[in-house]
């Protein structure tokens, strides 16, 4: 059974400061890595995506991957309330076009 | 950025009742869409794989006759719910992508059953 696992939260920051989501996986065979954020009601919308090992920028946004630990986290920086959602991390073995496999979700809470 | 359109975005029917889903890759030729169910304060769960112009790959336990899906074009995948019950009640999104690039969401149809 290939399972990635996430921390449910809820994850609760003050504005302005830094989120820090992580994310496990079992099969060692993932290659692509992606977080995609999750409002109550809605779809996911992606966030990043991460395919190496090290660390990949995107404006507020940091993701991590370390395949050696089968770890991926996502740091936000200068946390906004609008940042507050469910964060979903998912795997796939192969390219984007392979089906996914999400984590729970993390729900992030960001205090004004 | 890619655009998926999902319609209709709510449905209320009756059991019994079959309920066609539509999913479009507005700016981009999908080669693969996928389809994925969601019950309150859960993960998404991966029901089917589509390609266009073959069958769709359905993950297991979920019923092929029931949840039937079409993908007659690069940019239309269709579900349809056949016959259904209070217990298919959930959120139902789908997603595409073009080659390797990452899957995009539609917006969700949310179903109930009554």
């Known amino acids: 059974q290939k399972e990635v696992e996430q921390n449910s939260g809820p994850l609760s920051v003050p504005e302005g400061a830094i989120a820090s989501l992580n994310c496990t996986y079992s099969?060692?065979?993932?290659?692509?890595f992606f977080w995609y954020r999750q409002y109550s009601g809605k779809s996911p919308e992606l966030i990043m995506f991460?395919?190496?090992?090290g660390d990949k920028e995107d404006g507020r946004f940091t993701a991590q991957l370390n395949k050696a630990s089968q770890y991926v986290s996502l740091l936000i920086r200068d946390s906004q309330p609008s940042d507050s959602a469910t964060y979903l991390c998912a795997v796939t073995p192969g390219g984007s076009n392979y089906k996914l496999t999400f984590g729970k979700g993390t729900l992030l809470t960001v205090n004004p | 950025g890619a655009v998926v359109s999902q319609h209709p975005s709510r449905v209320i029917c009756k059991s019994g009742t079959s309920v066609k889903i539509e999913c479009r890759s507005l700016?981009?030729?999908?080669?693969?869409m996928f389809w994925y169910r969601q019950f309150p304060k859960q993960s998404l769960m991966l029901m089917a794989t589509?390609?266009?112009?073959?069958?769709?790959?359905?993950e297991q336990g979920v019923e092929k006759d029931k949840f039937l899906i079409n993908h007659a074009s690069l940019t239309l995948s269709t579900l349809t719910v056949t016959s259904a019950h209070p217990e298919d009640s959930s959120f139902y999104i789908c997603s595409a992508s073009l080659g390797n690039q990452p899957q995009h969401f539609g917006d969700g149809t949310r179903l109930s059953i009554l």
């Open positions: 700016d981009f030729q999908a080669t693969t």
């Open positions: 589509s390609n266009e112009g073959s069958k769709a790959t359905y």
């Open positions: 099969d060692r065979g993932s290659q692509s």
């Open positions: 991460i395919y190496s090992n």
